[in-house]
């Protein structure tokens, strides 16, 4: 089974946010109302809509000199996914053969948004009160076609590329060899010892992109809500039972729509 990985180049990167677009096209994920708070970055954040999004972050340096750096922020697909040693639920979040950590929302909805604390970076996100978690899964459909991720497809310049996961560390680094030439600060992330199929190459230090790992005020969509019993020992094989039906029927969604975007992009 081929396992693979996404290789984001912000040297490259021009923050186009096509592949902010494209995401949401091919996920379905609405447009949301936002408000512009002074700088180029909007959304301020993930959230159940959107998958992915440009952060920008601005910093002097002693000389006075001001750098402007800006970097693409989604899943990592963790080797040992945070989000799913915490959740409480069996296979309501997976990590399948070709690396993609995935929600299953058939059997998710019925925690505290255990994910979002589990996850290093409150990836997941939650619809209002609702406690279904959404977030990147790697475009999952379009990879087991043989089609890059949506995001990949959409940048105009390669900075995201859809790799096999056996390459994408060595591309990265040879890639990164040819970047140090013009920005010496430049480096692979996350570092070598996190295992993660999401791998940027940064033209500046980590510290400089925001790249902190956030707290519980990440945003009013991670807000913990009031408690709320987990789901019984007893009540999980029925429920996955049932979310085999419902699976299939998720499945025969997601085909339709594909024809639909398939008979558009002949057009
Ligand atoms: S589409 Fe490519 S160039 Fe544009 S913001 Fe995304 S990664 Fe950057
Ligand atoms: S980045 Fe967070 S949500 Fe994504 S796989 Fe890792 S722990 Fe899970
Ligand atoms: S891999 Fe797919 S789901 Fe994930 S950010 Fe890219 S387009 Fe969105």
Known sequence: MVEYGLLIDQSLCMACRGCQVSCKQWNERQAIVTTNVGTYQNPQDLSWQTWTFMRFSEYEEPGGKVRWLFRRELCRHCEN?????????????????????????????????????GCPWGVPRFPGTNNEAWKCWMCRDRLYEGKPSACSSACPVQATRTLEKSVLLATAYERLSIVKQKHPRANIYPPTGYGSNVVW???????????????TSV????????????????????????????GIAAAAKFLDRREKVARAEAK
């Not at 799913?84 to 059997?107: E, H, K, S, T, Y």
């Open 81 to 117: 996914p945070g989000c799913l040693a915490a959740c409480p639920v069996p296979n309501a979040i997976v990590r399948d053969q070709g690396g993609m950590v995935i929600v299953n929302r058939n059997l998710c909805g019925d925690c505290n948004r255990e994910c979002f604390y």
């Open 219 to 246: 945003s009013s969509e991670g807000a913990k809500p009031a408690a709320k019993g987990f789901l019984s020992e007893a009540a999980r094989p029925m429920l996955a039972a049932t979310a085999l039906t419902a």
């Open 201 to 215: 190459i940064l033209v500046d230090s980590p510290e400089h992109y925001d790249f902190s790992f956030p707290t």
